[in-house]
Protein backbone atom coordinates (compact mmCIF):
# COMPACT_ATOMS: atom_id res chain seq x y z
CA UNK A 1 0.00 0.00 0.00
CA UNK A 2 1.57 3.63 -0.55
CA UNK A 3 2.06 5.89 1.78
CA UNK A 4 -0.37 8.12 1.17
CA UNK A 5 -3.19 5.27 0.84
CA UNK A 6 -2.06 4.13 3.96
CA UNK A 7 -2.21 7.17 5.94
CA UNK A 8 -5.65 8.54 4.41
CA UNK A 9 -7.09 4.86 5.74
CA UNK A 10 -5.50 5.07 9.28
CA UNK A 11 -7.00 8.39 9.64
CA UNK A 12 -10.50 7.46 8.55
CA UNK A 13 -10.24 4.98 10.92
CA UNK A 14 -9.24 7.55 13.85
CA UNK A 15 -12.56 9.50 13.10
CA UNK A 16 -14.94 6.12 13.61
CA UNK A 17 -17.15 6.80 17.09
CA UNK A 18 -14.92 7.13 20.33
CA UNK A 19 -15.16 3.19 21.73
CA UNK A 20 -16.79 3.76 25.28
CA UNK A 21 -13.48 3.06 27.06
CA UNK A 22 -11.98 5.91 25.56
CA UNK A 23 -14.90 8.82 26.65
CA UNK A 24 -11.94 10.24 29.13
CA UNK A 25 -9.77 12.05 27.38
CA UNK A 26 -6.38 10.13 26.97
CA UNK A 27 -2.93 11.87 27.92
CA UNK A 28 -0.26 11.50 25.26
CA UNK A 29 3.26 12.73 25.93
CA UNK A 30 5.84 14.74 24.26
CA UNK A 31 9.41 14.41 24.25
CA UNK A 32 11.77 16.88 22.39
CA UNK A 33 15.34 17.64 22.88
CA UNK A 34 15.08 21.63 21.93
CA UNK A 35 13.07 24.11 23.67
CA UNK A 36 9.05 24.87 23.60
CA UNK A 37 9.51 28.40 21.80
CA UNK A 38 11.83 26.74 19.23
CA UNK A 39 9.11 23.89 18.70
CA UNK A 40 6.18 26.04 18.39
CA UNK A 41 5.38 25.65 14.39
CA UNK A 42 6.60 21.52 14.46
CA UNK A 43 3.59 21.61 17.84
CA UNK A 44 1.40 22.83 15.04
CA UNK A 45 1.70 20.30 12.60
CA UNK A 46 1.48 17.74 15.32
CA UNK A 47 -1.49 18.89 16.34
CA UNK A 48 -2.74 18.94 13.01
CA UNK A 49 -2.74 15.34 12.65
CA UNK A 50 -3.78 14.43 15.86
CA UNK A 51 -7.11 16.62 14.46
CA UNK A 52 -7.36 14.62 11.72
CA UNK A 53 -7.30 11.71 13.78
CA UNK A 54 -10.10 12.76 15.91
CA UNK A 55 -8.53 14.26 18.50
CA UNK A 56 -7.98 18.04 19.56
CA UNK A 57 -5.91 18.96 22.43
CA UNK A 58 -8.41 20.22 25.73
CA UNK A 59 -11.16 18.90 24.14
CA UNK A 60 -10.72 15.05 23.78
CA UNK A 61 -6.92 14.97 24.37
CA UNK A 62 -4.01 16.09 27.20
CA UNK A 63 -0.88 16.41 25.95
CA UNK A 64 2.20 16.92 28.67
CA UNK A 65 5.29 18.27 27.21
CA UNK A 66 8.49 17.76 27.86
CA UNK A 67 11.66 19.56 26.75
CA UNK A 68 15.28 19.54 27.53
CA UNK A 69 15.89 23.01 26.07
CA UNK A 70 19.14 21.30 24.18
CA UNK A 71 20.58 19.78 27.36
CA UNK A 72 20.42 16.31 26.44
CA UNK A 73 21.54 14.78 29.43
CA UNK A 74 18.01 15.46 31.03
CA UNK A 75 16.44 13.79 28.46
CA UNK A 76 16.58 10.26 30.36
CA UNK A 77 14.70 11.80 33.20
CA UNK A 78 12.20 13.54 31.16
CA UNK A 79 11.42 10.28 29.67
CA UNK A 80 11.07 8.63 32.50
CA UNK A 81 8.78 11.16 33.88
CA UNK A 82 6.22 10.25 30.85
CA UNK A 83 6.42 6.91 31.68
CA UNK A 84 5.79 7.65 35.24
CA UNK A 85 2.84 9.65 34.32
CA UNK A 86 1.74 6.58 32.67
CA UNK A 87 0.70 8.71 29.11
CA UNK A 88 -1.21 6.46 26.39
CA UNK A 89 1.70 7.54 24.09
CA UNK A 90 4.81 9.35 23.54
CA UNK A 91 5.66 11.20 20.46
CA UNK A 92 9.66 11.64 20.53
CA UNK A 93 10.81 14.81 18.72
CA UNK A 94 14.35 14.52 17.27
CA UNK A 95 17.16 11.57 17.35
CA UNK A 96 18.37 11.88 20.96
CA UNK A 97 14.74 12.11 22.29
CA UNK A 98 13.48 9.04 20.60
CA UNK A 99 16.34 6.88 21.85
CA UNK A 100 15.72 8.01 25.32
CA UNK A 101 12.23 7.56 24.97
CA UNK A 102 12.43 3.68 23.45
CA UNK A 103 15.44 3.11 26.94
CA UNK A 104 12.71 4.65 29.72
CA UNK A 105 9.61 2.22 28.09
CA UNK A 106 9.32 -1.31 26.25
CA UNK A 107 5.12 -0.98 26.40
CA UNK A 108 3.76 2.41 25.91
CA UNK A 109 3.79 3.43 22.44
CA UNK A 110 6.72 5.74 21.07
CA UNK A 111 6.37 7.62 17.86
CA UNK A 112 9.24 9.12 16.57
CA UNK A 113 10.13 11.75 14.25
CA UNK A 114 13.92 11.29 13.39
CA UNK A 115 16.59 12.12 10.59
CA UNK A 116 18.66 9.14 11.87
CA UNK A 117 18.35 5.67 9.80
CA UNK A 118 15.73 3.99 12.13
CA UNK A 119 16.89 0.58 11.71
CA UNK A 120 20.93 1.19 11.23
CA UNK A 121 20.03 3.03 14.52
CA UNK A 122 18.53 0.59 16.56
CA UNK A 123 14.81 2.51 17.10
CA UNK A 124 13.01 -0.61 15.07
CA UNK A 125 13.90 -4.12 13.59
CA UNK A 126 12.31 -3.67 10.21
CA UNK A 127 11.08 -0.57 8.73
CA UNK A 128 7.90 -2.63 7.35
CA UNK A 129 6.78 -4.07 10.19
CA UNK A 130 8.57 -2.21 13.30
CA UNK A 131 8.05 -4.55 16.23
CA UNK A 132 7.59 -3.66 19.46
CA UNK A 133 6.54 -0.40 21.17
CA UNK A 134 7.79 1.68 18.61
CA UNK A 135 7.28 3.37 15.05
CA UNK A 136 7.32 6.92 13.52
CA UNK A 137 8.68 8.94 10.85
CA UNK A 138 11.90 9.11 9.44
CA UNK A 139 12.28 12.40 7.34
CA UNK A 140 16.11 12.65 6.77
CA UNK A 141 18.06 9.36 5.52
CA UNK A 142 21.16 9.89 7.06
CA UNK A 143 24.28 10.47 4.18
CA UNK A 144 21.85 10.47 0.76
CA UNK A 145 20.96 13.97 1.09
CA UNK A 146 23.85 15.35 2.68
CA UNK A 147 25.87 14.55 -0.29
CA UNK A 148 23.59 16.30 -3.11
CA UNK A 149 23.60 19.04 -0.23
CA UNK A 150 27.06 19.32 -1.06
CA UNK A 151 26.67 18.43 -4.57
CA UNK A 152 24.55 21.58 -4.68
CA UNK A 153 26.52 23.77 -3.03
CA UNK A 154 29.80 23.02 -4.83
CA UNK A 155 27.32 24.00 -8.26
CA UNK A 156 26.77 27.29 -6.83
CA UNK A 157 30.28 27.99 -5.42
CA UNK A 158 32.39 26.38 -8.20
CA UNK A 159 35.70 28.13 -7.48
CA UNK A 160 35.52 27.19 -4.09
CA UNK A 161 38.18 25.19 -2.13
CA UNK A 162 36.51 24.65 1.72
CA UNK A 163 33.85 24.04 2.59
CA UNK A 164 32.63 23.95 6.38
CA UNK A 165 30.30 21.21 7.58
CA UNK A 166 28.53 22.13 10.91
CA UNK A 167 29.10 19.19 13.40
CA UNK A 168 27.62 18.44 16.62
CA UNK A 169 29.37 15.66 18.64
CA UNK A 170 26.48 14.66 20.58
CA UNK A 171 24.75 13.53 17.68
CA UNK A 172 26.29 9.90 16.81
CA UNK A 173 24.05 10.17 13.25
CA UNK A 174 26.43 13.20 12.28
CA UNK A 175 29.70 10.58 12.35
CA UNK A 176 27.98 8.13 9.17
CA UNK A 177 26.88 11.77 7.75
CA UNK A 178 30.12 13.28 7.95
CA UNK A 179 32.22 9.96 6.86
CA UNK A 180 29.85 9.87 3.44
CA UNK A 181 30.30 14.37 2.84
CA UNK A 182 34.43 13.08 3.20
CA UNK A 183 34.11 11.05 0.99
CA UNK A 184 32.13 12.47 -2.10
CA UNK A 185 34.21 15.88 -0.82
CA UNK A 186 37.55 14.05 -1.85
CA UNK A 187 35.83 12.83 -5.52
CA UNK A 188 35.37 16.33 -5.83
CA UNK A 189 38.86 17.76 -4.87
CA UNK A 190 37.68 19.61 -1.72
CA UNK A 191 38.54 20.01 1.70
CA UNK A 192 36.07 20.01 4.40
CA UNK A 193 36.40 21.95 7.94
CA UNK A 194 34.62 20.40 10.54
CA UNK A 195 33.47 22.34 13.18
CA UNK A 196 32.40 21.20 15.71
CA UNK A 197 29.13 22.76 17.64
CA UNK A 198 27.64 20.99 20.67
CA UNK A 199 25.93 24.15 22.06
CA UNK A 200 25.03 27.81 21.38
CA UNK A 201 28.12 29.33 23.05
CA UNK A 202 29.90 26.94 20.43
CA UNK A 203 28.59 29.24 17.49
CA UNK A 204 30.31 32.33 17.76
CA UNK A 205 34.11 30.31 18.11
CA UNK A 206 32.93 28.13 15.18
CA UNK A 207 31.91 31.13 12.62
CA UNK A 208 35.44 32.46 14.01
CA UNK A 209 37.25 29.90 12.66
CA UNK A 210 35.41 29.43 9.46
CA UNK A 211 36.70 33.00 8.51
CA UNK A 212 39.78 32.10 10.24
CA UNK A 213 40.33 28.99 7.99
CA UNK A 214 39.17 30.95 4.31
CA UNK A 215 36.38 28.21 3.84
CA UNK A 216 33.88 29.42 1.41
CA UNK A 217 30.60 27.83 1.81
CA UNK A 218 28.77 26.16 4.72
CA UNK A 219 27.10 22.70 5.20
CA UNK A 220 24.89 22.22 7.94
CA UNK A 221 24.97 19.03 9.83
CA UNK A 222 21.28 17.11 9.88
CA UNK A 223 21.31 18.01 13.92
CA UNK A 224 18.23 19.51 15.73
CA UNK A 225 20.57 21.62 17.49
CA UNK A 226 21.30 23.37 14.26
CA UNK A 227 17.58 23.97 13.44
CA UNK A 228 16.94 25.18 17.41
CA UNK A 229 19.87 27.82 16.48
CA UNK A 230 19.04 28.39 13.26
CA UNK A 231 18.40 31.84 13.62
CA UNK A 232 22.07 32.70 15.49
CA UNK A 233 23.08 30.45 12.66
CA UNK A 234 21.28 32.89 9.96
CA UNK A 235 22.91 35.82 11.72
CA UNK A 236 26.44 34.85 11.71
CA UNK A 237 26.57 33.64 7.89
CA UNK A 238 24.58 37.05 7.01
CA UNK A 239 27.33 38.63 8.86
CA UNK A 240 29.98 36.62 6.77
CA UNK A 241 28.56 36.45 3.36
CA UNK A 242 29.26 32.89 3.89
CA UNK A 243 26.77 30.68 1.65
CA UNK A 244 24.54 28.15 3.66
CA UNK A 245 23.34 24.70 2.58
CA UNK A 246 20.93 23.81 5.19
CA UNK A 247 18.55 20.39 5.71
CA UNK A 248 15.48 22.23 6.22
CA UNK A 249 13.43 24.83 3.53
CA UNK A 250 12.20 26.89 7.45
CA UNK A 251 15.93 27.67 7.30
CA UNK A 252 15.90 28.79 3.96
CA UNK A 253 13.12 30.74 4.24
CA UNK A 254 13.82 32.82 7.18
CA UNK A 255 16.71 34.05 5.08
CA UNK A 256 19.37 31.26 4.82
CA UNK A 257 20.55 30.53 1.31
CA UNK A 258 19.84 27.08 0.15
CA UNK A 259 18.63 23.97 1.18
CA UNK A 260 17.55 20.55 0.22
CA UNK A 261 15.52 17.82 2.42
CA UNK A 262 11.89 16.89 3.24
CA UNK A 263 9.83 18.74 4.97
CA UNK A 264 10.07 18.52 9.09
CA UNK A 265 6.78 19.91 9.26
CA UNK A 266 4.97 17.29 7.46
CA UNK A 267 6.68 14.90 9.51
CA UNK A 268 5.66 16.12 12.85
CA UNK A 269 2.04 16.21 11.21
CA UNK A 270 2.45 12.60 10.11
CA UNK A 271 3.61 11.45 13.80
CA UNK A 272 -0.07 13.44 15.03
CA UNK A 273 -1.95 10.85 12.70
CA UNK A 274 0.03 8.06 13.55
CA UNK A 275 -0.26 8.50 17.28
CA UNK A 276 -4.51 9.25 17.01
CA UNK A 277 -3.92 5.81 15.20
CA UNK A 278 -2.44 4.16 18.43
CA UNK A 279 -5.03 5.88 20.71
CA UNK A 280 -7.41 4.36 18.22
CA UNK A 281 -6.23 0.64 18.80
CA UNK A 282 -3.72 0.47 15.85
CA UNK A 283 -0.47 -1.14 17.03
CA UNK A 284 2.96 0.44 16.65
CA UNK A 285 4.09 -2.97 15.57
CA UNK A 286 2.32 -2.97 12.97
CA UNK A 287 2.59 0.23 11.08
CA UNK A 288 5.28 0.89 8.35
CA UNK A 289 7.87 3.47 9.78
CA UNK A 290 6.92 6.68 7.15
CA UNK A 291 10.16 7.49 5.00
CA UNK A 292 9.77 10.81 2.40
CA UNK A 293 9.30 10.71 -1.10
CA UNK A 294 9.69 14.10 -1.91
CA UNK A 295 12.94 16.08 -1.47
CA UNK A 296 12.39 19.99 -2.44
CA UNK A 297 15.58 22.02 -3.48
CA UNK A 298 15.10 25.83 -1.97
CA UNK A 299 16.82 29.14 -3.11
CA UNK A 300 16.35 32.47 -1.29
CA UNK A 301 16.96 34.73 -4.21
CA UNK A 302 17.21 37.79 -2.06
CA UNK A 303 19.83 36.05 0.03
CA UNK A 304 21.68 35.47 -3.15
CA UNK A 305 21.41 38.88 -4.12
CA UNK A 306 22.38 40.34 -0.78
CA UNK A 307 25.55 38.26 -1.16
CA UNK A 308 26.40 38.75 -4.42
CA UNK A 309 25.72 35.33 -5.73
CA UNK A 310 24.44 34.90 -9.32
CA UNK A 311 22.82 31.59 -8.52
CA UNK A 312 23.32 29.79 -11.89
CA UNK A 313 20.59 28.87 -14.57
CA UNK A 314 21.49 24.79 -13.83
CA UNK A 315 20.41 25.14 -10.17
CA UNK A 316 17.32 27.36 -11.16
CA UNK A 317 15.73 25.06 -13.09
CA UNK A 318 15.70 22.62 -10.74
CA UNK A 319 14.85 24.32 -7.89
CA UNK A 320 11.67 23.15 -6.07
CA UNK A 321 10.61 26.85 -5.00
CA UNK A 322 12.74 30.33 -5.08
CA UNK A 323 11.72 32.78 -2.28
CA UNK A 324 11.76 36.62 -3.16
Known amino acids: MRRRE ?17 RQAPVIGFLRNTSREDS ?42 LVRHQVAVIIAG ?8 KAATQ ?31 SFL ?3 TLAVKRLEYLHELMPKTTTIAYLYNPKNRSLDQELKVVR ?49 RIIELATRQTLPMMHYLRDVTAAGGLMSYG ?34 ELVINLTTAKAFGIDVPLSLMVRADEMIE
Open 262 to 295: ASITDAYRQAGIYAGGILKGAKPADLPVILPTKF
Open 183 to 231: RAADRMNLHILVVTVGSEGDLTPGFERIAHEHAGALLVGADSLFYSLRN
Open 141 to 143: PTG
Open 94 to 101: GNASSYAA
Open 107 to 137: TIPIVFSTGDGPVQFGLVSNLGRPGGNVTGV
Open 40 to 81: EVLLAAMREGLRKSGYVEGKNLAIEYHFADNQLDRLPALATD
Open 6 to 22: FLSALASVAMSPFPVHA
